[in-house]
């Protein structure tokens, strides 16, 4: 399960207080059934993996792993499957963050948790190697067959590699489904304007909001529906157009070369597949 939300809203609090860290106002807290609510970190055999990957200087990796008290085998077996096997005999200021975080992961899944909390562990890695990191996520997810759960505010990790995925927005858990079902089907106007990115295109009515993707926002000159592009964007594989229009801007996401220049009128079209209505007063999802 992945808690995607932006800074503020509670997702390292949440973890803190699952992993018995800090004490909630309200609620219950059970495990397998069982309230754990009052029961004291140790006892809970839940593992909190921090943004720092927090290993100890001194020792070498391998001791670092055989810390959790697992056997010499069952070590190499989660480090290989981390692909850190060939840095076991360093210590950790000779491996690179990327390293060094895998390195933080073997150890959590070689305490043998009955849950494993990320708190962002790959906040501070540089894109291209948080990338590489998130693609190694299968093999780390073959050595824990227990119940994790992922914090981040990176749309593209949660999207990547969460089975279930929950939004977070001001201390609350605004959606929780399938990363395809809340990326299709937002519950709401706050879910469409923060989830995505870019988010959703929210279009004003006089009943209901209308959402639509960037990406199925298409241009059609005899279309009714029209708009002035008032800016531009290269990306690579990718432009993105914004165009002001009378119910507000629209950000289309193109992949062709021929796309509008700044000025220009162009009509706008968008598959009724695709779009979402909103309730104007509740700002929740109608269809």
Request: aromatic share 6%.
């Amino acid at each position: 399960m992945v808690i995607l939300g932006p800074s503020g809203a509670g997702k390292t609090t949440l973890l803190r207080v699952l992993a018995g860290l800090e004490t909630p106002e309200s609620g219950r807290i059970t495990l397998d059934g069982r309230e754990i609510t009052a029961v004291p970190p140790h006892r809970r055999r839940i593992a909190l993996v921090f943004q720092e990957d927090a290993l100890f200087p001194h020792m070498s990796i391998e001791r670092n792993l055989r810390f959790a008290g697992a056997a010499a085998r069952r070590v190499r077996e989660v480090a290989e499957a981390l692909e850190i096997a060939q840095h076991l005999k360093e210590r950790p200021a000779r491996l690179s963050g990327g390293e060094r975080q895998r390195a933080a992961l073997a150890r959590a899944v070689l305490s043998d948790p009955r849950v494993l909390l990320l708190d962002e562990p790959l906040a501070h890695l540089d894109p291209q190697l948080r990338a590489h990191v998130r693609r190694q996520f299968a093999g780390f997810r073959r050595q824990f067959s227990g119940p994790a759960i992922h914090v981040t505010h990176d749309h593209a990790e949660a999207l990547a590699i969460a089975d279930r995925l929950a939004i977070m927005i001001d201390g609350r858990i605004a959606q929780y489904g399938t990363p395809r079902e809340v990326y299709d089907f937002p519950a709401n106007v706050r879910v469409a304007r923060f989830f995505g990115s870019p988010p959703m295109n929210l279009l004003d009515g006089d009943m209901e909001i209308t959402g639509i993707r960037p990406e199925h926002v298409t241009f059609e000159s005899t279309s009714a529906f029209r708009g002035r592009v008032i800016a531009q964007e290269f990306t690579g594989a990718d432009t993105f157009v914004r165009v002001a229009t009378g119910r507000g801007e629209l950000l289309a996401r193109t992949s062709g070369v021929q796309t509008p220049q700044a000025g220009e009128q162009v009509g706008i079209t968008f598959a009724p597949q695709h779009s979402r209505r909103f309730d104007r007063v509740t700002g929740e999802l109608l269809a």
